[in-house]
């Protein structure tokens, strides 16, 4: 059942339009929170629940316009100077825009949304007849809130992000205003946060657990992008010089094969070609350009889960910001929200002290953490640092061998750097007890695994007492992908040039053998030599004499081919209905013939030789 039939054009429009004008709206928040008699402030957010309210009166969800008006009319008050603005006040306003959320998820699902909780409109009440929306309830230590039954903030990413998508279960029957204002003071924050953010941990992503709660619906990705009309423009004037070149081309063409050239036909003919070369670069580039989107898109979302995650913990955190208009592919920018997500929760959870830690050991009460993105060469740098206790090599050296990961004799065997990449393990955590929040040794395993699918890198470096940053490198697009092109045989192959140091000689007499694995010794470091034909299940064909050194993660070895064809940029074409193992996609080379793009990352996990 669709509640808006024949309304269709008009919802996306406004779900498109408001949804972005809600994430404004919380950023705005947040800096009000820092500034509460910023009038520009005051009254920006006041217009974005009414522009909202509007809207959502075209479309009859009345359930929206009252909170929107609700929210709307507290804020006519504290601009006015009737109310001030309090840390239990902001509560319930980022509580109701969270709940203004899943109303656009109803919509996105053609439902009209049901009421908001009464707690909410309860507590939205009480700050509008100027009395206390809750009684603060003193910080919870973040071990008990698990047990306690208070808020899981794994809800309250999904409420950010978007990553939820669906229509509420239970109807909540209006609250007559009377009654909310009499059951105003009674409220609890813990009940509050969790009726607007509430979610048990089975309802997780990647939990095991069948999904249970107040939404059900799992949401796709947007397949629809937003792009500047210069860059359409460009694209149009460059397919029209093209179709200019294109007809040059053809008349000469025509010329040659009439018997009718002149001496200078030939060096048209050379002219046209690199013109239409050029034409064609700068073209795709232009085509690029319309996929790519500020990252800031996804940054504005971070620092109202950081705050609100920071505030259950009782900590003081603070998400700065910059590089928000670095761009980026936006298919990339879809598939980075869950990554981000665990990197800043981990910097609120484990990272930053709480305030008498910080005190104690000469810092500020308020802890800073960074989000920042910048574009280096035709990559993208998005980097995550906090000010907190940072790690210690050791312990997490310790707990590894405790938690049996790895053996003694490996972990006394590795540098500073390699015991803090431990963390990255499957099943490594080093919280004791079990929370909403951590402890479950899930989360950064994920990170990494997430950044690898985007052919990206993450690494760390921590100072104890000083601090973590975590680096995560990115290609620009995925769409195109420089490629170093191999032949084993009179089959082409591709491998990621990202992943290409240099290109040496193989030859038998170089070649050590140590248990029956091949090794050679480059500038004094013992190397592993690996065919691709043993990779790729091929037969060996000969003893090849040129090899690829490669690095891939903390792992180099050499790549013995046949010969080489080049390199080149290559448009990826995925195979989504059949992917071989150890295949990234396919692209066609300049000949027309199929070339098939390797996935190193997953050929070397599969290849035992490549990593002893």
């Not at 998820?105 to 009209?112: F, H, P």
């Not at 990705?221 to 792009?227: L, W």
């Not at 980026?328 to 665990?342: A, G, Q, R, S, Y």
């Not at 995925?478 to 990621?496: C, D, K």
């Amino acid at each position: 059942m669709n509640d808006f039939a024949g309304m269709e054009e008009l919802l996306q429009d406004f779900l498109q339009e408001s949804s972005d004008l809600l994430s404004d709206v919380d950023s705005k928040l947040l800096n009000l929170e820092q500034s509460p008699n910023d009038s520009h402030l005051l009254n920006d957010i006041f217009r974005g629940f009414h522009t909202i309210k509007g809207g959502a009166g075209f479309l009859n969800a009345n359930e929206l316009v009252s909170l929107c008006h609700l929210t709307e009319n507290l804020f006519d008050r504290l601009r006015n100077a009737e109310l001030r603005l309090n840390a239990e006040i902001m509560d319930a306003i980022l509580a109701a825009t969270s709940e203004i959320r899943h109303m656009f998820s109803a919509l996105a699902q053609g439902v009209q949304p049901t009421a908001a909780p009464s707690e909410l409109l309860a507590a939205l009440q009480a700050a509008l007849s100027g009395q206390s929306p809750a009684d603060p309830a003193p910080a919870k230590p973040a071990q008990t809130v698990a047990a306690t039954g208070g808020p899981d903030w794994n809800q309250l990413y999904e409420a950010l992000t978007g990553n939820q998508a669906s229509t509420r279960t239970a109807t909540a029957a209006p609250v007559p205003k009377a009654a909310t204002a009499a059951a105003a003071p009674e409220i609890d924050v813990a009940a509050l946060k969790t009726s607007a953010f509430g979610r048990r941990a089975s309802d997780m992503p990647g939990s095991s657990a069948p999904p249970t709660g107040r939404r059900d619906a799992e949401s796709t990705k947007e397949n629809t992008i937003r792009v500047d009309t210069e860059r359409l423009d460009q694209v149009l004037n460059l397919s029209g010089e093209i179709g200019l070149t294109k007809n040059r081309l053809n008349q000469l063409r025509t010329e040659i094969l009439l018997g009718t050239t002149d001496p200078g036909t030939l060096r048209a003919l050379d002219e046209a070609v690199n013109q239409l070369d050029m034409l064609v670069v700068s073209l795709q580039n232009s085509v690029m350009k319309t996929r790519m989107q500020p990252i800031g898109r996804l940054f504005k979302k971070f620092p109202r889960l950081a705050r609100d995650l920071a505030r259950q913990l009782g900590k003081e955190v603070e998400l700065v910001l910059s590089g928000e208009e670095t761009e980026i592919d936006k298919t990339m920018i879809e598939d980075l929200n869950d990554p981000l997500v665990h990197l800043i929760r981990n910097a609120v959870d484990h990272g930053v002290e709480d305030t008498a830690q910080r005190l104690a050991a000469g810092k500020t009460a308020k802890s800073l953490v960074q989000l920042q993105a910048r574009q280096v060469g035709d990559h993208i740098i998005i980097m995550i640092a906090d000010d907190g206790k940072g790690m210690h090599p050791d312990t997490i050296r310790a707990k590894a061998i405790e938690k049996g990961l790895i053996t003694a004799e490996v972990a006394n065997n590795l540098d500073e750097t390699q015991c803090l990449e431990l963390i990255f393990l499957p099943g490594f955590s080093t919280k004791d007890q079990i929370s909403s929040v951590s402890g479950r040794g899930v989360g950064m395993d994920v990170v990494k695994t997430n950044i690898q699918k985007l052919n990206g890198t993450v690494s760390i470096r921590s100072a104890a007492g000083k601090g973590t940053e975590l680096t995560i490198s990115l290609p620009l697009t995925l769409a195109i992908l420089p490629v170093l092109l191999v032949r084993l045989g009179e089959q082409s192959f591709a491998a990621p040039l990202s992943m290409v140091r240099e290109i040496i000689s193989v030859k038998a007499e170089h070649l050590q053998h140590v248990g029956g694995k091949a090794n050679m010794v480059v500038r004094g470091e013992v190397l592993p030599v690996v065919s691709l034909a043993s990779m790729i299940g091929w037969e060996e064909s000969g003893s090849p004499e040129v090899g690829v050194l490669m690095h891939v993660d903390s792992h180099s070895f050499i790549l013995s081919v046949d010969g080489f064809d080049g390199h080149d940029d290559v448009v990826i074409k995925s195979m989504d209905t059949f992917r071989p193992k150890g295949v990234a996609g396919v692209t066609m080379s300049s000949d027309g013939e199929i070339v098939l793009i390797l996935d190193i990352k997953e050929l070397l996990g599969m290849t035992p030789a490549a990593t002893h």
